[in-house]
């Protein structure tokens, strides 16, 4: 079943009417993954529909029978009629419906190779892509959760809580274990309480390798107790919803610099949350965020936060306005409504004294926020 | 270090200069991943990197850390220098080389909307990109292994083999498990052999869900031990190169009509690779093995196989010929090649007795080749 509601895909169809758009092309392969498919069409993989200004929505699935289980659309097309060519499948369904002349909006992912063969085929046709278009309103449906997306975030929430429990008594019974143990028990743990799968890899970074901006491999093989700081962020997939902590994990006694580390992302992880409410500006907290560490001398090398649900990186972003001018011109500013769910995730890095950074998930209330998870700093002696 | 060597870069620099083209762009990033930006300056992950024909190789990382620990190219921007703009980095590392007009080629997954942005702000640049122009180049780069590539699949694959042996005993102490229990314990015991991660989700489907062509979710807590056709696709991650297997399973006795399956796909397993030497023509292959499954009545919902490597679907591809003249367009014959590793995995579905696949991994050698991999159906009472 489709997850997208009447009302929401009422409104996404009014931009395009609103833009004289007729259709827009949304696309889910192995190459470029976009959840957007699964959330307008119920089927969570592997097919492009096409959506039309009035609501009519159409599917050229690979796997007809997957399709036929899983999808709410108006209509199915069979990739075997059309030679397995979805370049056919989709200029059936077009021209029957449109004739020649009509524009197609994509989004900012499609490929430059297909739009342009796309062009080839329908020289009428008149092609538009806009990140302030099609892919923001679909995004802006996305990022405000129903009460029933709400309740699966939550259970899910209350899985990653119950692994957040169960490191403490692994790191006590595992001293010796390496990064990649503890992922893996991470990773098991989550299905054994009966998630579907990682949300992402889980990136477990000892004192030697937590000032790391991008680890890689996420895990090593290196022991994960160093003295200093640490951290593990995980996160997990539950009923098609994603989960996303980083737990700082302080192993010893931490010198003044990393005190004040470990210090002053508490302060700006709580003031952040505490901005949060409807109305207030994404770029604006995170700007917050960014003046406090910088009057004490520190870095944070990411942006404050990020959307999750069908995606671990979704809408809305918590990063600050963009100064380079062409990215700027894509830019729009993000006013917290209520429904969005995002991590808040403020960290700091010292090529010398490591890194750390505290990640929770939190639900923007009519008066505030809840914070779904209990990631914490956690002390090993 | 990087992978491709100075022979293969001279001779994807050589197909730029033979059709004017001044610079290529090759992007990693999580939207769209692609391991030619590894396979080119080593760096694994999120950056951008720009190959000029001279050879020369300027990086724009995400991390600049990483990018100076394990890149291999001439040049890497400083993303800081540049407001984290890939744009403005981009511009800067073009317009001090190449000035303002010049020939750019892009891979055809690059995004419709980044290549259109660039355009704005290089108006005098032409822009090519050609499913057989460097896209194909750097594939053709990519899918002759070279021998220290192979030494790392040989390994790989060994550590595949000694999953498949450990499959008869876990059945045999777990014949109540689930699809996940199975899943999980492969992909636990992976690890535990030193593979990275898994290649992709490892895929259990009992006698109820093999027939199904994608299986959503890719393991479901139905019981596996079903009568009937079951399978496991799996594949791990070893020093960066995939593996991929399909073992076929058999629980209880099977119906006339199952062994027919089970006997046919093994005889068309074990004819395409009769046929491999360098020379044959991938498509003719997959051509044969059709021919006598569909003169058997059945059906392969899929193509006959797929290169592995640093990505588990690579060239070449084990395909038929395109049927629809678009798709023919862009499609070229593949001659087989020593050094070619790639998977042949021949399978068929019955929506009323099941599925089944047997999928191995193969290495093209001069004069046949060497199967590197024990998939085999396996059989439980």
Request: proline share 6%.
């Amino acid at each position: 079943m489709r997850i997208v509601t009447q009302k929401k895909l009422h409104t996404i169809c009014q931009s395009m009417t609103d833009r004289s758009v007729d259709v827009v092309l949304v696309t889910d392969f192995e190459r470029t993954r976009n959840a957007s498919l699964r959330y307008l069409s119920g089927l969570p993989t592997d097919a492009e529909l096409l959506l039309f200004a009035d609501g009519h929505t159409a599917l050229i699935p690979w796997d007809l029978e997957l399709a036929g289980n899983l999808a709410e659309v108006d209509e199915i097309l069979n990739p075997l009629d059309f030679e397995r060519s979805y370049r056919k499948a989709r200029a059936y369904a077009l021209s029957s419906r449109l004739g020649q002349k009509f524009t197609l909006e994509v989004l900012t992912i499609e490929s430059y190779f297909e739009v342009t063969k796309f062009q080839e085929s329908f020289p009428k046709a008149n092609i538009i892509c806009d990140p302030k278009g099609i892919g923001y309103a679909i995004s802006k449906a996305r990022r405000i959760k129903e009460s029933f997306e709400i309740d699966i975030i939550r259970e899910g929430c209350q899985k990653t809580n119950q692994l957040i429990d169960m490191i403490p008594p692994y790191i006590k019974e595992h001293p010796d274990c390496r990064e990649v143990d503890f992922a893996l028990f991470l990773e098991t743990e989550m299905r054994k309480l009966g998630a579907e799968k990682p949300a992402f890899e889980t990136l477990a970074a000892n004192a030697n390798r937590s000032a790391q901006i991008h680890n890689y491999p996420t895990a090593s093989t290196e022991p994960l107790a160093k003295p200093g700081l640490a951290l593990v962020d995980f996160g997990l997939v539950w009923k098609g919803y994603t989960t996303d902590v980083t737990v700082p994990m302080i192993f010893g006694k931490l010198n003044p610099t990393q005190q004040k580390m470990i210090d002053t992302v508490q302060r700006v992880h709580d003031l952040a949350i505490s901005r949060i409410k409807p109305g207030a500006l994404a770029h604006e907290i995170a700007g917050e965020v960014i003046d406090v560490l910088k009057s004490q001398g520190l870095t944070m090398p990411y942006s404050l936060g990020h959307g999750i649900g069908l995606e671990v990186h979704e809408g809305p972003g918590l990063g600050l306005k963009p100064t380079d001018s062409s990215l700027l011109k894509d830019w729009m500013e993000t006013p917290l409504e209520e429904g969005m769910v995002f991590t808040i995730e403020p960290g700091v890095v010292d090529s010398q004294h490591g890194g750390t950074r505290l990640e929770n998930d939190v639900l923007v209330m009519n008066d505030g926020c809840e914070v779904l998870t209990t990631s914490r700093a956690l002390r090993f002696p």
